[in-house]
């Protein structure tokens, strides 16, 4: 599995930046997809998740994100993107996409605390927001 992770920079606290994951190797739309992201000193924490297609179900957002981040999975171009407005300095990590380890495995409860029911491919991208 490749996953290939884009759209992380810098930006000034308000700002905007849009990430992008595009996964080969698997059946990309039997698979729950989602972004963690890890701040030095942190635990890795769940940003969004995007349920498989036989989930027909909004992306699912951290308390963290919603209202701020909204996404979507394009299953034709493999692709899931993460739109990320009102950013702030907590915001700064790098952020990861993640596979879920099981196929057709959802994005259920305490999904955006549990890293260990995904699999990160990438070596993730940098988001620093910064004045």
């Known amino acids: 599995v490749q996953v290939v992770e884009s759209g992380g920079g810098l930006v000034q606290p308000g700002g905007s930046l849009r990430l992008s994951c595009t996964v080969s190797?698997?059946?990309?739309?039997?698979?729950?997809i989602t972004w963690f992201r890890q701040a030095p000193g942190k635990e890795r924490e769940g940003v969004a998740c995007?349920?498989?297609?036989?989930?027909?179900?909004?992306?699912f957002y951290s308390e963290a994100a919603k209202g701020r981040f909204t996404g979507s999975r394009d299953n034709d171009k493999d692709t899931v993107v993460l739109q990320m407005n009102s950013l702030k300095d907590e915001d700064t990590a790098t952020y990861y996409c993640?596979?879920?380890?099981?196929?057709?495995?959802?994005?259920?409860?305490?999904?955006?605390?549990?890293?260990?029911?995904?699999?990160?491919w990438g070596q993730g991208t940098q988001v620093t927001v910064s004045s």
């Open positions: 190797g698997l059946d990309f739309a039997s698979y729950s």
């Open positions: 995007f349920a498989h297609t036989g989930i027909p179900h909004a992306p």
């Open positions: 993640g596979t879920h380890r099981v196929q057709y495995g959802g994005c259920y409860g305490s999904w955006f605390r549990d890293p260990e029911i995904f699999n990160f």
